[in-house]
């Protein structure tokens, strides 16, 4: 059964810090992993998608690296802001839906 | 910007009371899905639901839940009788095609509280 584990459960940085978030994941046997972030109370918006085939992908300061066969991934935020205070959820689809890992809630302080 | 909207963003109820919860996906997405999240839990996968028909489901899906797409654009889940378990965020996603490079969309969440 998959399991997904994210390290840590908490994080707090002041603005301008760079940070990364982890992610693991006990079945190496996915199609894709997603980053989504989770507002207090909110919806998921989804952050980025990365394919099984491929090692990372970037989105504006967002960059998120996969290594499928020791199952991990990590997200690296560049620059930290107030704004990016959320909690950061980490999901693999494989022979199962999605399965989530319980978050890494980051606060940015100013 | 298409976004998957859903109705009501809060829902009491009384235990053993019927309730629907509403969904409308992307307007040009095949794949439907429902999930929930208990307070303080992980985002957790119900059902999932294609060409009409339910494609696959957890073991929190059971007799007491089901689906509809009633039209071209709703998709909604029911609950026949709540229990107080049953009170979570439930949230609705949808994708275009069911495939490893299509992410999953989802919508903003019901709040369910069963009293």
């Known amino acids: 059964k998959q399991e997904v584990t994210q390290i840590p459960a908490a994080l707090s940085v002041p603005e301008g810090e760079n940070l990364v978030l982890n992610c693991s994941f006990t079945?190496?046997?996915?199609?894709?992993l997603q980053w989504f972030r989770q507002d207090p109370g909110k919806g998921l918006t989804s952050l980025l998608l990365i394919q099984s085939s491929q090692r990372e992908q970037t989105s504006g300061r967002l960059n998120a690296s996969l290594d499928k066969s020791s199952g991990r991934s990590t997200l690296y935020i560049a620059a930290s802001q107030p704004g990016d205070s959320a909690t950061y959820l980490c999901a693999v689809e494989g022979n199962t839906p999605l399965v989530f890992g319980k978050g890494t809630r980051l606060s940015v302080i100013a | 910007e298409p976004e998957v909207t859903q109705t009501p963003s809060h829902q009491v109820t009384q235990m053993g009371q019927e309730v629907i919860l509403r969904c409308v996906p992307i307007?040009?997405?095949?794949?439907f899905y429902w999930y929930r999240q208990i307070l303080g839990q992980k985002v957790e996968f119900l059902v999932s639901f294609y060409n009409n028909e339910i494609s696959e489901k957890s073991e929190i899906f059971d007799d007491q839940f089901s689906v509809e797409r009633p039209d071209g654009s709703n998709f909604t889940l029911k609950i026949r009788s709540t229990k107080l378990e049953d009170s979570a965020m439930y949230f609705c996603?949808?994708?275009?095609?069911?495939?490893?490079?299509?992410?999953?969309?989802f919508g903003p969440g019901t709040r369910l509280t069963v009293t």
């Open positions: 307007s040009n997405h095949l794949y």
């Open positions: 079945d190496s046997a996915i199609y894709n």
């Open positions: 996603a949808s994708r275009t095609r069911d495939t490893a490079v299509y992410e999953q969309y």
